[in-house]
């Protein structure tokens, strides 16, 4: 079966860099989407195609990849970057979507 | 202004049927596939399912396959999920969302709350 493997959670202080990041099957390694989801809120897409950033989505957040890793990071983290991050992903067929486990992003 | 408004969450009993409702606007909604989503209380993001744009072609996730049909109204920018043979775990926030020419989801509702409980 096809996984989005995220670790479950990453801490960093203020000003410093947070990366958090999803591993796909070799196999299967299709684009990958983030999505910022804060407590009570809805989900929000903070970058598609691993790479770029929608419109409104400040410079800070970057993507990038590395064979089958996909990795967002976040630059000069604030406190109101705090938040769930799920990355997203179709099967290989382009039909089926998978998210990752999510990762816990904590501002310290 | 993208807006998508999911409705008809309710509490029912293990066995039940339920239809949820997403009212979308400010964007052609025939030209674009939908999607389901759901947040188990405490959990992560799972894929539901799709349609796509004319309603042709649908998929589920296995879990809910055979149990969930979506279904769309081109007449009222409407998505709908009919839910029956319903499981405790399929207590979940339900969110409709709007799929990105560029892949992904970029427009999500706020979701619609079940419960199965007896």
């Known amino acids: 079966s096809y996984d989005l493997i995220q670790p479950p959670s990453v801490s960093v202080s203020p000003g410093q860099t947070a990366r958090i990041t999803c591993s796909a099957d070799?196999?299967?390694?299709?684009?990958v989407y983030w999505y910022q989801q804060k407590p009570g809120q809805a989900p929000v897409l903070v970058m598609y195609?691993?790479?770029e950033r929608p419109s409104g989505i400040p410079e800070r957040f970057s993507g990038s990849t590395s064979g089958t890793i996909v990795t967002l990071t976040i630059s000069a983290v604030q406190a109101e970057d705090e938040a769930d991050f799920y990355c997203?992903?179709?099967?290989?067929?382009?039909?089926?979507?998978?998210f990752g486990g999510g990762t816990k992003l904590t501002v310290l | 202004e993208v807006q998508l408004v999911e409705s008809g969450g309710a509490v029912v009993q293990p066995g039940g049927s339920l239809r949820l409702a997403c009212a979308a606007s400010g964007f052609n909604f025939d030209d674009y596939a939908m999607h389901w989503v759901r947040q188990g209380p405490g959990k992560g993001l799972q894929w539901v399912g799709l349609i796509n744009w004319d309603a042709s072609t649908t998929f589920y996730i296995d879990s809910v396959k055979g149990r969930f049909t979506i279904s769309r109204d081109s007449s009222k920018n409407a998505l709908y999920l009919q839910m029956h043979s319903l499981r405790t775990d399929d207590t979940a926030l339900y969110y409709c969302?709007?799929?990105?020419?560029?892949?992904?989801?970029?427009?999500w509702g706020r979701g619609t709350l079940v419960t199965v409980s007896s």
């Open positions: 969302a709007k799929d990105n020419r560029d892949g992904g989801f970029d427009y």
């Open positions: 070799a196999l299967s390694k299709q684009y």
């Open positions: 997203l992903s179709p099967d290989s067929s382009g039909t089926f979507w998978l």
């Open positions: 195609k691993d790479t």
